[in-house]
């Protein structure tokens, strides 16, 4: 049972920067690979980054690949995602996920089984 909740959020101005955090609750949370998925108005959810249980392997979407840094902290049931170089085109609602079984972390929101709730980012341009 692992229960997330996101912070961090904004407004921001093209080009600049915020650090989303994602705290998890439950004694399992050290077992579960952990994403970043992003919904704008009037568009699908889409996977934005992802990291594994140990932190060692991650993936990004082509577009923030090299701007967007996920990383986790086990000891601190923590989960970030830095962003750097913001674009009007993130703006969006972001949201923290979380899945015990899968070892690769997967682009694919039906896999996660644990969601916050989202916090809002915009970009002005």
């Known amino acids: 049972q692992v229960q997330l909740g996101e912070s961090g959020g904004g407004l921001v101005q093209a080009g600049g920067s915020l650090r989303l955090s994602c705290a998890a609750s439950?004694?399992?949370?050290?077992?579960?690979?952990m994403g970043w998925f992003r919904q704008a108005p009037g568009k699908e959810r889409e996977f934005v980054a992802a990291?594994?249980?140990?932190?060692?392997?991650?993936r990004y979407t082509d577009s923030v690949k090299g701007r967007f840094p996920i990383s986790r902290d086990n000891g601190k049931n923590m989960v970030y995602l830095q962003m750097n170089s913001l674009k009007p085109e993130d703006t969006a609602v972001y949201y923290c996920?979380?899945?015990?079984?899968?070892?690769?972390?997967?682009?694919?929101?039906?896999?996660?089984?644990?969601w916050g709730r989202g916090t809002q980012v915009t970009v002005s341009s």
């Open positions: 990291i594994s249980w140990s932190g060692s392997n991650t």
């Open positions: 439950g004694r399992t949370f050290s077992n579960c690979a």
């Open positions: 996920a979380g899945d015990r079984t899968i070892l690769i972390p997967s682009t694919n929101p039906a896999a996660y089984d644990y």
